[in-house]
């Protein structure tokens, strides 16, 4: 199986700020990667698809890149509505495998 | 609009059953397959189940098989999870999401306690 690898887990950072956050898979994944945000009590919400396809309706501030087994996630400039935590989801066919989660939080 | 709203979520207790639904509206229910994901109070995400559009293809995560079944009504645009032999593990917040991954519901809430 599978395995992602987040980090870091937690991130403390000011608004403003370059962010990235890294996911390392076990083996090669060939770009089949997601990307999610999510905020307490709510549903994930996808940003990133393909690694690096940016969804529709999610700020340009969001880009993914990367392949093989490491993946990276920038948000260009932090702002107050990006303070939550993300994954990264590997998908393959029927089968979904998501990192632990990195969560950003305020400076 | 596109929607996906879970049901059936409560307190059982170790061993009990439960049902889990999901009802779709906005868009064409067969065309697409579906995941159920869950995640544990203060946890991360973890995905639980699959099922293709025919319901030919189905997969489960290890931490759940034999004891979980998904299955899919696309008559009445359903999706469903049946729980048995729940464990106090299973406690968690359960989403249906399309497999698209753009859409998911707002979760429903099981509690496995005694």
């Known amino acids: 199986d599978i395995q992602m690898t987040q980090s870091p887990s937690t991130l403390s950072a000011s608004v403003g700020d370059r962010v990235t956050i890294t996911c390392r898979a076990s083996q090669t994944i060939t770009g089949w990667l997601a990307w999610y945000q999510q905020k307490p009590g709510k549903a994930p919400k996808v940003l990133i698809y393909?690694?690096?396809f940016l969804e529709a309706g999610v700020p340009s501030r969001f880009s993914g890149s990367g392949s093989g087994t490491e993946f990276t996630l920038t948000i260009s400039s932090l702002q107050p509505d990006d303070f939550a935590t993300y994954y990264c989801q590997h998908y393959n066919a029927y089968l979904w495998t998501f990192g632990q989660g990195t969560k950003v939080e305020i400076k | 609009e596109v929607q996906l709203v879970e049901s059936g979520g409560g307190l059982v207790k170790p061993g009990g059953s439960l049902r889990l639904s999901c009802a779709a509206s906005?868009?064409?229910?067969?065309?697409?397959?579906f995941n159920w994901v869950r995640q544990a109070p203060g946890k991360g995400l973890e995905w639980v189940s699959s099922?293709?559009?025919?319901?030919?293809?189905?997969y489960y995560a290890d931490s759940v098989r034999g004891r979980f079944t998904i299955s899919r009504d696309n008559a009445q645009n359903a999706l469903f999870l049946q729980m048995n032999n729940l464990r106090a593990e299973d406690t968690a917040v359960y989403y249906c999401?399309?497999?698209?991954?753009?859409?998911w519901g707002p979760g429903t809430l099981v509690t496995v306690s005694s």
């Open positions: 999401a399309r497999d698209d991954r753009r859409y």
């Open positions: 393909e690694g690096s």
């Open positions: 906005g868009f064409s229910f067969g065309s697409y397959s």
């Open positions: 099922i293709s559009g025919s319901s030919y293809y189905i």
